[in-house]
């Protein structure tokens, strides 16, 4: 059942939610989580499908806070809030309240939520796209325990990928992380088959997708070896090859579905590696809501540690923008050190700290991060970054779309 | 092995457990349960990234098969019972490992091709003569197998690699039978490479037991003779016994369920606290409960078996257990049975435990229902409280898996009446989905060599301790009740709780 809700208010919204509840006769729930999704228009149905086929497996309430576009300065002055609420077969195992903000309420989005969350239950933030580059201190993200972005969507992941360990605060996650998993497991698992040392190791796949990187430095944190970062067409991840003192170790995905793991000295063997879909990912991020420490640890171990990195032209581009892409450089090499407050320490994106600390909308600095170079580059290397970054989304986008319309 | 990898790490917990280089042989591969629960669970593992690379699928049957009729046969299988959506490059890791091996249980040459066909796989599919042994036969022909497996050498571990055996119920029919049975298969297995499955034991409610249990701090200071008052375990069936007349009959639903599965629920609702999770330290807890399982001194009036008469089961009209097709019209065997224990220890003394199990019973469900005493003083008056029951939790093994609190509650308005309401967890709820079937837990446990979740060689011969008295009595004394199928159970059953002025819950 679905109630509509025009110029409300939170109060309204928790009231619309009982009466939901009541006509539909389960007052008594079982969620387990409130799932907060920040995001604008445009992402929003792929972004809320993936929660409800995820909300399966974690029956949660799911908020999704689109803050609405403002073209002439009196919309910018007069603020509104639009309720969608949710509840039964329309929405998964949970509830659902799609929240619309307009004008200045948008930029006090943690006010409409905060009434909204389950009491003692958990919260996960979850920016589709548009992350800010400190989570931990957005208003929104202030909320939750478990904060999840999504480098792959972003305009130059490799370099947000320094952000994020820069600002990383436990709680932290980012989908491009819980996409390799498999791929963790995976090569896990071929260790576990062999007794000899890892000398060196590739890390090869698709240009500016940060889940190469991050199983590369992750590999590189865990082995204290040289791990090269090489390119291919992808999709996505493609190749993994060690180095080890009884041959080498490779596991080869070129078709993005079924790969093949080959170790010197024994039968070259069908791996099931598929690429998973966002509700999956999603689903695997809410299953533990405790601080992922090796994710942490990989992502500290800095991208411009590792050898042969596909971000030359990115780094080119540091002097216009000084300290933003230093500022990684600096923190990480004593990491493990100032974990737990990097955040209000870290000076290097001083000149955008204080916006998502305080008033920030959420979406602003990332935008603002995404735009400002993006002026500096030249303009088609930029769109060639964001087709390629975008290329799986939109796909689904288009099928979500045809879904959308039957 | 793991300890050495650089790449794994405690704190790193989305790296799941994946079994090392193994496969798995299922002797009676054509039957129901290999096709409906195994072969799906297989696959299920494999589709969760849960099965090494290259893990091998060994059948073993007497039809004239191809390996790709078994492919194919496995293929179906999977298709209509797996959990998990059924997707191609899953299908085509599991595929290549795929293998058949055509003979009966007492033909030399095909455990010779069996032999061939592991050595094969170790070099083909790299799975370092790893293999587990699925022993999914009728118990005639266990031994067979068994010493097959012994003269051709297949159960000779090396040092780096394991043979494992995985036996099902029944384990023996009695205390002698069960200890030759172990006798028999602890000559050729090592007592810590049999793992005997207890599907009940797989069930995440089960393992939930524990948590509840253990992990929490309000339910342990009242799980105890202070606040308890009673404990119900039920396993209800809906179904009669179907197919199974020969298997059944001579072994009655005391043996088939109450040995096993009961007694294990519970050993771990009843048990101490484990020093640790591990197997040791949990079958010692068990064992030292199910050692101190008393009997009731009049087996006559504390136990209750009776057999299912023709009757109408929702809706559908269906037979006795006495007209069913290969049952000796005479046949003492129970289809329900009923029994009081009490456990003589600190924690237990008097609080009477009481297991009931039957077929074509009112539904099929399975629950745990810890029973409290009533609050010792109440200053409502009896009007007011007329309605209100005993406190209670529940656990749901099956269906709908969770836990219910049972508690009164004020009825809204303007005089004072309390009625009994009750507070839900569902797994369904909380954890849609996510739970694994038992099957895949426990092969998975089997490959894994992790033995927490499979009874041991002394729980098995305690709890023929247990029953045996029961069955000795039964078969001396008198016949079984009557019960119209459909119903909850014999009158006998609800008298003999009655008479300690207590009654059975309708789950």
Request: aromatic content about 6%; proline content about 7%.
């Amino acid at each position: 059942m679905k109630i509509d809700l025009t110029d409300t208010t939170a109060g309204k919204v928790n009231k619309a939610l009982v009466q939901g509840r009541r006509a539909i006769g389960t007052p008594a729930v079982g969620m387990v989580l409130t799932l907060v999704i920040v995001t604008d228009e445009e992402n929003a149905y792929d972004a809320l499908k993936a929660a409800n086929d995820a909300s399966r497996e974690h029956p949660s309430r799911t908020l999704v806070v689109i803050k609405r576009v403002s073209r002439s300065p009196r919309d910018r002055t007069s603020s509104r809030l639009d309720a969608e609420v949710r509840v039964g077969a329309d929405a998964g195992t949970g509830e659902t309240v799609v929240l619309r903000l307009y004008g200045e309420v948008s930029d006090h989005a943690q006010s409409v939520v905060l009434p909204l969350l389950l009491p003692d239950a958990p919260v996960v933030v979850w920016w589709p796209v548009n992350a800010p580059l400190d989570p931990a201190n957005d208003p929104l993200g202030a909320l939750a325990q478990r904060r999840v972005t999504d480098t792959y969507a972003a305009e130059h992941p490799v370099r947000e990928l320094a952000a994020r360990a820069d600002a990383y605060t436990p709680g932290d996650t980012d989908l491009s992380w819980t996409r390799i998993t498999p791929w963790r497991s995976m090569l896990a698992a071929a260790l576990d088959q062999v007794t000899c040392e890892v000398e060196s190791v590739e890390v090869e796949g698709e240009e500016f997708n940060p889940s190469c990187e991050l199983l590369a430095m992750w590999l590189a944190d865990r082995l204290h070896v040289p791990v090269q970062r090489s390119q291919s067409s992808g999709p996505g991840l493609t190749a993994v090859r060690m180095a080890t003192t009884c041959g080498s170790i490779t596991l080869d995905r070129a078709d993005g579905s079924l790969a093949t793991l080959s170790i010197e000295g024994q039968p070259a063997r069908a791996v099931a590696l598929k690429r998973r879909e966002t509700s999956e990912l999603i689903a695997e991020e809410l299953r533990r809501l405790d601080p992922d420490d090796t994710y942490a640890s990989a992502l500290r171990f800095g991208v411009e540690r590792l050898a042969g990195k596909a971000t030359e032209p990115e780094t080119s581009e540091a002097p216009e923008a000084p300290e933003a892409p230093e500022a990684p450089e600096a923190s990480s090499s004593p990491s493990t050190d100032e974990a737990p407050a990097p955040a209000d320490e870290a000076p290097a994106p001083a000149d955008e700290a204080p916006v998502p600390a305080d008033e920030a909308p959420a979406a602003a600095p990332a935008e603002e991060a995404a735009k400002a170079p993006a002026k500096k580059t030249a303009a088609t290397k930029a769109t060639a970054a964001r087709t390629t970054a975008k290329k799986t989304p939109a796909k689904k986008t288009t099928t979500s779309r045809k879904a959308a319309t039957k | 092995m793991s300890s050495s990898n650089p790449l794994r790490d405690t704190a790193d917990r989305r790296l799941p457990r994946i079994a090392g280089p193994s496969g798995l042989v299922i002797f009676g591969v054509t039957g129901d349960l290999s096709r409906k629960k195994l072969m799906p669970a297989v696959y299920d593992l494999a589709n969760r990234g849960l099965l090494p690379p290259g893990f091998s699928l060994v059948g073993f049957a007497r039809r004239e098969w191809e390996h790709e009729d078994f492919a194919q046969v496995v293929h179906d299988a999977v298709k209509e019972h797996a959990r998990t959506p059924f997707r191609e490059e899953v299908w085509q890791q599991l595929i290549q490992g795929m293998r058949f091996v055509q003979g009966t249980f007492d033909d030399d040459d095909a455990f010779v091709r069996l032999r061939h066909t592991i050595e094969e796989l170790d070099q083909a599919q790299g799975t370092g003569g790893n293999f587990a042994f699925y022993l999914s036969v009728p118990p005639g022909a266990f031994p067979v197998v068994i010493q097959q497996l012994k003269k051709h050498g297949l159960a000779d571990q090396t040092k780096d690699s394991w043979r494992r055996a995985v036996i099902e119920k029944p384990f023996g029919h009695d205390l002698k039978s069960a200890e030759e049975l172990n006798g028999l298969v602890h000559e050729v297995f090592a007592p810590d490479q049999v793992f005997r499955i207890d599907h009940y034991l797989g069930k995440e409610t089960v393992q939930n037991i524990l948590a509840l249990r253990f992990a929490n701090q309000m339910f342990e200071p009242i799980w105890n003779r202070s606040y308890v008052d009673h404990i119900q375990i039920t396993m209800a069936e809906d179904i009669g016994i179907g197919g199974r007349a020969g298997y059944y009959d001579g072994i009655g639903a005391a043996r088939d369920v109450i040995q096993n599965h009961l007694l294990q629920l519970l050993a771990l609702m009843a048990m101490e606290e484990p020093s640790s999770f591990d197997a040791d330290a949990l079958a010692a807890e068990k064992t030292k409960v199910l050692g101190a399982v008393r009997l009731p001194k009049d087996l006559g009036r504390d136990t209750v078996r009776a057999q299912y008469a023709a009757g109408w089961q929702g809706g559908a009209k269906v037979t006795g257990y006495l007209e069913e097709e290969g049952i000796d019209p005479n046949s003492k065997t129970d289809t329900y049975a009923a029994i009081k224990v009490e456990i003589d220890n600190r924690r237990w003394a008097g609080v009477p435990f009481y297991l009931r199990t039957g077929k074509r019973l009112g539904r099929r469900v399975t629950e745990i229902a810890v029973v409290f005493q009533r609050a010792p003083h109440s200053p409502f008056d009896t009007t007011a409280t007329e309605e209100l029951g005993s406190n209670a939790i529940v656990v749901r093994v099956q269906p709908d898996e969770g836990v219910t609190v049972r508690f009164g509650s004020k009825v809204p308005g303007t005089s004072m009446e309390i009625r009994d309401v009750s507070m839900d967890f569902a797994y369904g709820e909380s954890f849609t989905e996510s739970s694994p079937e038992a099957y895949e837990r426990l092969i998975l446990d089997v490959l894994l060599g992790d033995s927490n979740l499979f009874p041991r060689t002394e729980e098995v011969e305690l709890s023929w301790k247990i029953l045996d008295p029961i069955e000795e009595y039964w078969d001396t004394h008198g016949r079984p009740a009557q019960y119209p199928a459909g119903t909850w159970g014999p009158d006998e059953a609800d008298e003999m709780l009655e008479r300690d002025g207590r009654s059975w819950r309708r789950p």
